[in-house]
C-alpha cells in the first residue's frame, strides 16, 4: 500500500507539474536541424580517404534510435495534453503504461484525456478502474466527478466530487464543478459559495470570476457580479461572454453607458446597441428600445435580422402604454 500511495503521489503531482511546463520541455525538439549535400550516387573511388570519411556517415544515419522511456513518453503525452491533442497524448499515456504498467499517474492520465475530450462513458470506465487499485484517489475521484457531471448525472457527479475534497480539500476544480452542479439545480447561493471556495485556491484562474459573476447576477447580487467580472478580465479571461455577463449587470443596475460600453468590448457598436435594446426592453422603457434597435439595424441592416425583430416588439409593445 505504502508503494502504491508514492505511485499516486507523485503520479498526481506530475499531472500538475508536467501540463505546466511541457511546452518548455518540448520547445528544444524542433530546430533547424542539419542539412547533407548529396554531390554524386556512391563513393568517390578516386578518392579514398574520403570514401573512408563518408562511411561511417551511413552507418550513423542508418542506425535505429532507442525506443523512448516510459517517462518520455508521459512527458509527450503531458505536453499534447496541453496543447489539446488529446488523442495523440492519450497514444502516448498508453506506450508509456506498456513500458511502467503499474503507474496508476498514468492510468489517471488516460482518463483525464478522455474527460477533456467528452468521452464521458470511457473516461468513467478508467476513472473507475483506477479507483478499484487505489479508492483513495482523490485526482480520480475528482476526474470521475466532472465525468459524471458531463454525462448528466448530478447526484454521481457530487458524490464523487464530496469524496475527492474530503480526501484533498485544495482540489479547487471540484469546487467549481460543485458550483456549476449548484447552477444546474438553481441554488444560485451555494454555486457562489463553491466558486469563492475554488478562488480561494486558484485565485488566477479569470474563468472562475466569471462562473461566479454568472451565478451572483442570476442571484440579483449586480454590484457583485460586476465585481467578479472586472476581476475575470483583469486576469485576462477576455472573451466576449464576460463582457456580455458584464453589461448585463451593468444594464439591471440602470447603468446603461457602461452596459453599451461592455456590450461593444464583447461584439461590437451594432451587438451593443441591440443588447442594450433588449435590457431597455425588459426595463419597460419601450421608446429608448426602439432607437437602441434602429441603430444596430442602421450599423449592420443585414446581419441583424434579430434586431429587427426586436424592433417590431419594441415598436408594439410602445403602442400599448
Not at 457583485?224 to 476581476?231: L, R, S, V, Y
Amino acid at each position: 500500500m505504502a508503494g502504491q500511495a508514492g505511485i499516486r503521489k507523485r503520479g498526481a503531482a506530475a499531472v500538475f507539474a508536467a501540463l505546466a511546463c511541457a511546452a518548455f520541455l518540448l520547445a528544444g525538439c524542433g530546430g533547424k536541424g542539419f542539412k547533407v549535400a548529396i554531390e554524386s550516387g556512391g563513393a568517390d573511388e578516386k578518392n579514398p580517404a574520403l570514401a573512408a570519411e563518408q562511411a561511417p556517415l551511413v552507418s550513423e544515419t542508418t542506425r535505429q534510435l532507442p525506443e523512448p522511456t516510459a517517462e518520455e513518453y508521459e512527458r509527450m503525452g503531458d505536453g499534447l495534453l496541453a496543447r489539446g491533442n488529446l488523442y495523440l497524448a492519450y497514444v502516448n499515456y498508453e506506450k508509456a503504461l506498456r513500458l511502467k504498467p503499474e503507474s496508476l499517474g498514468l492510468e489517471y492520465k488516460k482518463g483525464l484525456a478522455l474527460l477533456l475530450g467528452g468521452r464521458n462513458d470511457d473516461a468513467i470506465r478508467q476513472f473507475e478502474a483506477v479507483l478499484k487499485k487505489d479508492p483513495k484517489f482523490e485526482l480520480a475521484h475528482e476526474g470521475l466527478g466532472r465525468a459524471y457531471f458531463q454525462a448528466g448525472d448530478l447526484m454521481q457527479a457530487e458524490r464523487h466530487l464530496r469524496k475527492a475534497l474530503a480526501l484533498n480539500h485544495r482540489l479547487w476544480k471540484a469546487y467549481n464543478t460543485l458550483g456549476a452542479i449548484a447552477d444546474r439545480k438553481g441554488d444560485f447561493e451555494q454555486a457562489i459559495l463553491e466558486y469563492t471556495s475554488a478562488i480561494a485556491i486558484a485565485p488566477n484562474e479569470g474563468f472562475l470570476y466569471n462562473n461566479l459573476g454568472v451565478s451572483c447576477l442570476t442571484a440579483g447580487h449586480h454590484e457583485a457580479a460586476i465585481d467578479a467580472f472586472a476581476k475575470a478580465i483583469r486576469r485576462n479571461f477576455r472573451e466576449s461572454k464576460v463582457f456580455n455577463n458584464l453589461g448585463l449587470a451593468y444594464g439591471n443596475l440602470g447603468r446603461f453607458e457602461e452596459a453599451f460600453e461592455a456590450f461593444r468590448l464583447a461584439g461590437g457598436e451594432a451587438h451593443a446597441h441591440n443588447n442594450l435594446g433588449c435590457i431597455y426592453l425588459e426595463k419597460g422603457m419601450y421608446a429608448e428600445a426602439v432607437k437602441s434597435f434602429e441603430r444596430a439595424i442602421a450599423l449592420e441592416p443585414e446581419y441583424y435580422a434579430r434586431a429587427a425583430e426586436n424592433l417590431k416588439r419594441a415598436k408594439a409593445l410602445a403602442l400599448t402604454r
